[in-house]
């Protein structure tokens, strides 16, 4: 039987699956290889992906202190 955190914690473990592969090598080296404009991408796809994985767990934090 589960206990009623359960679900929470599933969803944490999905979370920090994420970010490993947000931030795996080969994907962060296919991001810096996109070049327009003589513009890297990196910067902008680090920063955008470093807040999503606060802001979802944040967003988790909050449901769980709600309840």
């Known amino acids: 039987m589960k206990h009623p955190g ?3 914690i599933e969803r944490l473990i ?4 994420l970010a490993i592969l947000l931030f795996s090598p080969p994907l ?3 991001v810096d290889r ?3 404009l003589s513009m890297s ?3 902008l796809y680090l920063f955008i ?4 994985v606060i802001g ?3 967003w988790l ?3 769980r202190s709600g309840r």
Not at 14 to 17: G, H, K, T
């Open 14 to 17: 999905a979370l920090f699956a």
């Open 61 to 63: 934090m909050e449901q």
């Open 34 to 36: 996109l070049t327009s």
């Open 49 to 52: 992906a470093w807040g999503a």
């Open 28 to 30: 962060i080296i296919m």
């Open 41 to 43: 991408w990196l910067p």
């Open 56 to 58: 979802l767990t944040a």
């Open 6 to 8: 359960s679900r929470q």
